[in-house]
């Protein structure tokens, strides 16, 4: 997901600071629901608590490494311990995180959240419960098979070929091989710091052994395209993306840390603008201006709400939720949702964001076009249009529904169904299994998941993993085999 650091000002400029916005997060697992909830806690942290550099550096080692150094590790166990504790008790949930609501999640899921929260504060136990750097070695081999020894010459390919053709040119050669061997993006200190696995990544899967469905866990995500697209080549700032003979003089990693710097930054002056919003002279100092200032959403000014992972064909069923939304962003592996049940829960005149396949390196250029004319026809099916005097964009397909559409109605010969946890989508580059050397059984209850059909489409961001139980190996074009998304 593309996300841009000026998101306080995005919502001020349309308004939205003035009410209290709703958010709702619908995902494929449930290990993607306790990231989210992870990342917010982190963003939303008291500024006196942790700083704004302490808590970007957080940020970009838990969201993008694969391994975190110790004080990191130790905040993930902490912060994770304290969810751990909140999940099975909403009204103190509630009263802790007042921007956090988890009460449309069903009681299973609410429990296999706890016990992802569990795994992640349980770091006694040592890097071998989750030998993460022998789960990342293992699937690079499977996905470069034979290529394997030739890793630098294939990442050096896919990005220059690839990544830099298609407008990424800020991505350093050193930077990706870096990601690629090791999983760490994003090098802040030196890198023998960097040797704690980050549970986070883990995921549960059922997978096939010797005839039967195991639940195992392990590294499932991108080992691919890296996540330094989504925050790492553009910015405001037009100095971090000049170059000097044609190199740019910034990494996509820095520029990276400007952007999360700067959006946290924001996120750190709504409490300020809470502070002022009582005094009109403060709120003319703070803007500089004789115009009084507009409220700033503060962590108790919007709420987040996580929706069951299996609900997006049921959504439109509930008349909270029907015709209710103004806009509903779509993640590139997440199109395979987009549906005309869920076109109806979005309002007459609303709009659709779609991430497009852009930055996936595993999709050649003739598919690109053709995932595009896909989410084309899923939009329209849906009841959207492309806007009027819309500019084309390769990263993102918006749509428009049109005002004359009646609120999206309801057949009542279609019955809500309920999918069991066992057959919910997973991440989009989960084709790789584990070595014999490397399983693990799934403990705790966290939920299984199996592949979502997609168009032959990669990775779209770091994600999951799996360990088989021990001698596993699915033959080639076993279930484990599939592509997921994010």
Known sequence: ????????????EEGIGI??????????????????????????EDPEKMGLQERSETFLEVWGNALLRPPVAAFVRAQADLL??????????????????????????RDA???????????EKGPEAFPMSCFWDSRLRHYLGSRYDARRGVSDWDLRMKLHDRGAQVIHTQEFRRWRDTGVAFELRDSSAYHVPNRTLASGRLLSYRGERVAARGYWGDIATGPFVAFGIEADDESLLRTSNGQPVKTAGEITQHNVT???????????????????????HAKGSLEPATPAPTPESFTIHFLPLDSAQTLHHKSCYNGRFQLLYVACGMVHLLSPELGACVAPGGNLIVELARYLVDVRREQLQGFDTRVGELAQAAGFSPPAGARPSQ??????KSPELALGSTDPAVEPRTLPLEVLAQPLEARSPAPEDLTEPLQGGTPHSEPCQLPSAPPGSLSKVLALPQGALPPPNSESDSKTGV
């Open 1 to 12: 997901m593309k996300m841009r650091p000026q998101i306080p000002e995005s919502l001020r």
């Open 19 to 44: 009410l209290k916005p709703q958010f709702f997060v619908l995902e494929n697992n449930l290990e993607a629901v306790a990231r989210h909830m992870l990342i917010f806690s982190l963003a939303l």
């Open 84 to 109: 751990a504790h909140l999940v099975p008790e909403p009204d103190r949930l509630e009263e802790q995180l007042p921007w956090l609501s988890l009460r449309a999640l069903k009681f299973r899921e």
């Open 113 to 123: 959240l706890e016990a992802v929260f569990r795994f992640w504060a349980g770091g």
């Open 262 to 284: 700067e959006m946290l930054h924001e996120v750190a002056a709504w409490g300020r603008a809470r502070a002022t919003l009582g005094n009109p002279e403060e709120q003319q």
């Open 395 to 400: 990263t993102f397909a918006r749509f428009c």
